[in-house]
């Protein structure tokens, strides 16, 4: 039985941009886990939950800046619904369009490093070798 050729790794530089938008989202979703933690008028349990769904994006940054393709597509979805919450949100203006804007540069640095990502192969099934 032969073995499956083992997974070649890519030892291209992680893209400057990639970093750049983890590091983003970092700061972004450490200030959106400060809001959401202060407002006193959600429920305790709704507070934590939100806090805990929000903080999801730290596990999608780090795996994004591992160039998961997955994680990067998690984040491309966040950083969409931050930009509909910031419109949609009441509040002081200018911390809304400073959420806006963060949200679409992050979308925009994503967008900039997707070339650094392996091309994904579609399968055509099982191989039948008759």
Known sequence: MKRAPERI?????????LTAAAWLVVVLTLCELAFTA???????????MLCAMVGLQ????????RRSAGA?????????????AAIGARGPIVVRL???????????LLAASLHAFPTPSISR???RRD
């Open 125 to 127: 099934g099982p191989i």
């Open 9 to 17: 790794v890519n030892t291209l530089p992680v893209p400057a941009t």
């Open 98 to 108: 400073l959420l806006a804007a963060a949200a679409i540069t992050a979308i925009g």
């Open 72 to 84: 990067v597509l998690g984040l491309f979805a966040y950083e969409a619904m931050a930009v509909i």
């Open 38 to 48: 202060m407002r006193k008028e959600l429920t305790p349990g709704l507070r934590v």
């Open 58 to 65: 730290l596990v999608l940054a780090q795996q994004a800046a």
